[in-house]
């Protein structure tokens, strides 16, 4: 499975962004999909994970009521849009893939097998 985001940029504090992570190479619809992102000097932290269809999605405490996970299985493209941007989400966002099951929401990384190269965002005035 082959992971590309996009979308990410320099933004005010305050504003928004919608990245996006393009899948090929399987199934899409049978794929567990999730956004990290890494600070300079931090671990790699989880944000949000959404299952095969999209009904069932879990986001980290820090982001939960700015930040929607979505995806679009015709397009094979799993989005994350972002509210209300702080400093503190300026990071390195990569999405992530795995094949778990229907009735799963994976936060865990090391539960995911693929991932994309990242998509730098940098919220700033």
């Known amino acids: 499975v082959q992971l590309v985001e996009s979308g990410g940029g320099l933004v005010q504090p305050g504003g928004s962004l919608r990245l996006s992570c393009a899948a090929s190479g399987d199934t899409f619809s049978n794929l567990c999909m999730g956004w990290f992102r890494q600070a300079q000097g931090k671990e790699r932290e989880f944000v949000a994970g959404?299952?095969?269809?999209?009904?069932?999605?879990y986001y980290a405490d820090s982001v939960k009521g700015r930040f929607t996970i979505s995806r679009d299985n015709d397009k094979n493209v799993v989005y994350l849009e972002i509210d209300s941007l702080k400093s503190e989400d300026t990071a390195v966002y990569h999405c992530?893939?795995?094949?778990?099951?229907?009735?799963?929401?994976?936060?865990?990384?090391?539960?995911?097998?693929?991932w994309g190269q990242g998509t730098q965002v940098t919220v700033s005035s």
């Open positions: 959404i299952g095969w269809s999209g009904r069932r999605t």
């Open positions: 992530a893939a795995a094949h778990g099951s229907r009735w799963l929401v994976l936060i865990n990384d090391i539960e995911y097998e693929y």
